[in-house]
T-cell receptor
Framework: KQEVTQIPAALSVPEGENLVLNCSFTDSAIYNLQWFRQDPGKGLTSLLLIQSSQREQTSGRLNASLDKSSGRSTLYIAASQPGDSATYLCAVTESTDKLIFGTGTRLQVFP | GAVVSQHPSRVICKSGTSVKIECRSLDFQATTMFWYRQFPKQSLMLMATSNEGSKATYEQGVEKDKFLINHASLTLSTLTVTSAHPEDSSFYIC????????????????FGPGTRLTVT
């Protein structure tokens, strides 16, 4: 059974810092991995999607990497801002097309 | 494109009553819709997958007679929580994927804003 874990569970940093959020999954047979952002009481916003054949994806200040063989992904946030405060979720897609979500990292960026 | 809406955004109901949540794809045909539940400070758990015109496939541990899912059209799926109890209070989120207006199929799921259900 696929399990997705995110470390750390919570993170509080001053504005301007560069951050690394970690995601690990137990079964490397995935189709893709996706990073989402969720604001309190809101739905999910897709940030980056990495296909299983890819190593990384970039969007603005965000960079996500994927090492499928070791079951790891990282989300790098450059020059963090208070507006980046949210919960970040990673999810893997399996052959059944199901999204298996991680436990999330709650990020707070203070001015 | 690929916008998904949910209605209502919040609902409070009394124990024993039923409540219906709607999930709509606004600018594409949703051939598949997914329903998730999220308890406070926990991650999303898939409840069921529904393909348009077919019966929903429920995940293990999800009671299909309690959580009725209907996906009768390519733009609408509904989740009805029957005989709701306080332990059903949760945040329910739907997602959808399907055909864009140009006819190309996309696998990526697009999520609705969620519905906060409180059962008193």
């Amino acid at each position: 059974k696929q399990e997705v874990t995110q470390i750390p569970a919570a993170l509080s940093v001053p504005e301007g810092e560069n951050l690394v959020l970690n995601c690990s999954f137990t079964d490397s047979a995935i189709y893709n991995l996706q990073w989402f952002r969720q604001d309190p009481g809101k739905g999910l916003t897709s940030l980056l999607l990495i296909q299983s054949s890819q190593r990384e994806q970039t969007s603005g200040r965000l960079n996500a990497s994927l090492d499928k063989s070791s079951g790891r992904s990282t989300l790098y946030i450059a020059a963090s801002q208070p507006g980046d405060s949210a919960t970040y979720l990673c999810a893997v897609t399996e052959s059944t097309d199901k999204l298996i979500f991680g436990t999330g990292t709650r990020l707070q960026v203070f001015p | 494109g690929a916008v998904v809406s949910q209605h209502p955004s919040r609902v409070i109901c009394k124990s024993g009553t039923s409540v219906k949540i709607e999930c709509r794809s606004l600018d594409f045909q949703a051939t598949t819709m997914f329903w998730y539940r999220q308890f406070p400070k926990q991650s999303l758990m898939l409840m069921a997958t529904s393909n348009e015109g077919s019966k929903a496939t429920y995940e293990q541990g999800v009671e299909k007679d309690k959580f009725l899912i209907n996906h009768a059209s390519l733009t609408l799926s509904t989740l009805t929580v029957t005989s709701a109890h306080p332990e059903d209070s949760s945040f329910y989120i739907c997602s959808a994927r399907g055909l864009q207006t140009q006819g190309s199929f996309f696998y990526e799921q697009y999520f609705g804003p969620g519905t906060r259900l409180t059962v008193t």
